[in-house]
T-cell receptor, first 114, second 109 residues
Framework: DGGITQSPKYLFRKEGQNVTLSCEQNLNHDAMYWYRQDPGQGLRLIYYSQIVNDFQKGDIAEGYSVSREKKESFPLTVTSAQKNPTAFYLC?????????????FGEGSRLTVL | AQRVTQPEKLLSVFKGAPVELKCNYSYSGSPELFWYVQYSRQRLQLLLRHISRESIKGFTADLNKGETSFHLKKPFAQEEDSAMYYCAPKTGGGNKLTFGTGTQLKVEL
């Protein structure tokens, strides 16, 4: 079954801890993205990667880090430097035979900082 | 500053009434624009692209460069249209999109 898988769905973290969100895709897409979704603010781009071993900061990269060692995987680490990490995080991918502008999204991961 | 604006957080219409979800952008040049939709308990997905000038599920969107708008329209709303709608211009290389804040459409019986 092709698609994007995010894990975990729900995650709780204590202040001061780093946490890593997983994003895996089997669509053979070159590009992958991380967005943060907050009520009333829509989706904001954190990081994106257009090819393996390369990634760029989005609009709100501070306090986050990523890696792209494999085409299928684009994990996001929320570090203790992120001032307001409680949010819903969405991963997406694009490429292959998909139409221009078509992103395929995962189901999301909800992070709550206690 | 380049931005995309969806002025309505919530739009409530009756079934059978016309729907117009507003989107205004301030990007220079000729951006490519898209509408995405998220139905309850489903993933965010592409609804339509302005360059294809298509009608999807009865929805159309015309790019008005003079007014810098890309409003989403449907002549007769259906209950299944209730969802969150996002306007998204392409703002960088590849498929880098910037999403608006979204409009929640509620179609009432």
């Amino acid at each position: 079954d092709g698609g994007i898988t995010q894990s975990p769905k729900y995650l709780f973290r204590k202040e001061g801890q780093n946490v890593t969100l997983s994003c895996e895709q089997n669509l053979n897409h070159d590009a992958m993205y991380w967005y943060r979704q907050d009520p009333g603010q829509g989706l904001r781009l954190i990081y994106y990667s257009q090819i393996v071993n390369d990634f760029q900061k989005g609009d709100i990269a501070e306090g986050y880090s990523v890696s792209r060692e494999k085409k299928e995987s684009f994990p996001l680490t929320v570090t203790s430097a992120q001032k307001n990490p409680t949010a819903f995080y969405l991963c997406a991918s694009s490429g292959g035979t998909a139409a221009t502008g078509e992103l395929f999204f995962g189901e999301g991961s909800r992070l709550t900082v206690l | 500053a380049q931005r995309v604006t969806q002025p309505e957080k919530l739009l409530s219409v009756f079934k059978g009434a016309p729907v117009e979800l507003k989107c205004n952008y301030s990007y220079s040049g000729s951006p490519e624009l898209f509408w995405y939709v998220q139905y309850s308990r489903q993933r965010l997905q592409l609804l339509l692209r302005h360059i294809s000038r298509e009608s999807i599920k009865g929805f159309t969107a015309d790019l008005n460069k003079g007014e810098t708008s890309f409003h989403l329209k449907k002549p007769f709303a259906q209950e299944e249209d209730s969802a969150m709608y996002y306007c998204a211009p392409k703002t960088g290389g590849g498929n880098k999109l910037t999403f608006g804040t979204g409009t929640q459409l509620k179609v009432e019986l």
